[in-house]
Each structure stands twice: as C-alpha cells, then as structure tokens.
C-alpha cells in the first residue's frame, strides 16, 4: 500500500507518518511547501515539495505518485489567522482540496481519500444540540470554518458525482507535543516553559478562559483516521472526540500544576475572537460503531508531553 498524506511536515501530519510506520507496512510519502524542513519527520517518509494550488503541479504529482489511498490533511488551520485574511483561508483550503480531487478524476484514479474536516463547522451551537451528531446543524461562525464546510461538502461531491472513495471527518480539538504554538494547550505551554527557563515574567497571558471543548490526544485522533479510511464507509463524516467538555480553564490549571513556578494569570484582549462558541463536544458513536475506535491517552498525559515538548524547544 502506498500512503500519501498532504500536510505531512505538519503536526497531525507528522504523528499520522509514525503511526503508519509503526502499525502498517505502507509507504509513506508526503506533500510539503517548498522550502519546508522535513528533518523532523520519519527518514523513511518520501517528501514532496509543492504548492497544492496548482493545479497541474498537482496532477502530474498524482500520476507519479498513484498512491493507493490519501490522507488529505493540509490546511491553513489557525482559526484567528482567517479573521486577518479570510481570502487566503478560503483559497489555501478549498483550492487545494479541489485541486487534488479533479486531479484523480481526470487521471481515472480511485484511491481511498479522507478528508479532514473540523469541528469548527458546527459553529454556533445550542445548549439543546450537545452533544453534537453528524447530523446537527452547521452554523460556521469563522471563515476558516467556512472553508472546512466547503472541503467537507466539496469531498461529498465528488463521491456523489464521480464515485470517489471519499470518507470525510470532523475530528475535535486534539493536542500533543508537536503542535504549533499559535493553539491553545502548545501557548500555555511555551510560556509556562520559558517563565520556568527565566526568559519570560512569571506571568501567562490568556484569551477566553470559560469556553469548553473536546480535546482529544492527537495520536489517537491519527489512529482514527486510519480506521477511518480503512474500515470507514465512502461518502460518510465522522466525528472524532472523547465526547467530554473540558474548560480551558481546567486545561490552564491543569498545565500550572505540572509546574513548580509560582505563574500569575492575566486576561489578554488581543488572545480573544471575534466570535466563540461557548461549549463543544460530539458523538463520536458513529465512528465507534464502524471502526471500534475509543481514546486511549489519558487527558493529563497528554498535556504533561506537551509542556515536555516546549521544555525540550525552550532550552534547545
């Protein structure tokens, strides 16, 4: 089997890459930018460089490449960065999704290809909905999430019209060492580590603390997309989420107590959205009932790898 995951350089990209050398004998190879540093990953992961919003560039990588099944993870992920510049979100997104898909359409190929949807698509939500079904209502409430309805229902599309294998998912906050510092448990995480190496005031500066969400470690959201894409059924969405609400409140206490630094709180105005949904947690019996899959790292693991992780950067 030959494994080809978009996004590869990236955080659920690279975790994704170990787990399939590690449980599969696939091989692996991945879509980066140019110019991206790849040397953190696997030496066994083939890396191929170019912009998934070119469209030939894409398809002549496709016929070189015919991989038996894609794992479509590049995004512009970062939900505060598509406020700034909603275009690029949207463009980066949806383009690239569209690009790869017309590409295996033309060329006649039908691998198995997932594609990662968010969360975010469900947007506003209402107490009364919760826990949210893959049927519940999307309301997006951010262009990013804009974008990731687009990529799901473009995904649905192509299965519906074309045939393509397409098995699409909605995974939950998920978090682990790796993840860009831009995300809620790594910006906690790199400042409680540079207040420990005296390079910041003993002071974490902080968005909204009250919202609550469905984290999840991000190595068991990458063992559920290769369920997902192996035992899953084409043209469906799953969700993927412990199906518990946590506070990032209780993440924030949580991250200070595997700390011995004594760390003031502070609410920062520029750290806040435009616009927030107060709680968000799923079903994910769905994908439980087609695959087996349960969370298996237990929620303060996860964070005590993540402060490792930023000790580790910090002190490099």
Known sequence: MRALITGVGG?????LSDYLFDKTDWQVLGCVLPGWDCSHLDRR????????????????MLEQVTPDVIFHLAAQAFVPVSWQDPWDTLENNIRAEANILDGLVKLGAKPGVMVVGSNEEY????????????DSPLRPN???AVSKVAQDFLGLSYFLSHGLPVVRVRPFNHIGPRQAEGFVAPAFAKQIALIEAGQQEPVIRVGNLDVQRDFSDVRDVVRAYHLAVTLGQPGQV??????????VKALLEMLLSLSAQPIRVEIDPARMRPSDTPVAYCDASKLRAATGWEPRVPFEQTLRDVLDDWRVRINK
């Not at 947007?123 to 893959?134: A, F, K, N, S, T």
């Open 123 to 134: 947007g506003l939500v209402r107490p009364d909905e919760l826990p949210l079904r893959e």
């Open 11 to 15: 955080f659920a990209g690279s975790h």
């Open 238 to 247: 799953y969700n993927i989420g412990s199906g518990q609400p946590r506070a």
């Open 142 to 144: 951010s262009p990013y």
């Open 45 to 60: 992961v083939t890396c191929l460089e170019l912009d998934l919003r070119d469209r030939e560039a894409v398809r002549a």
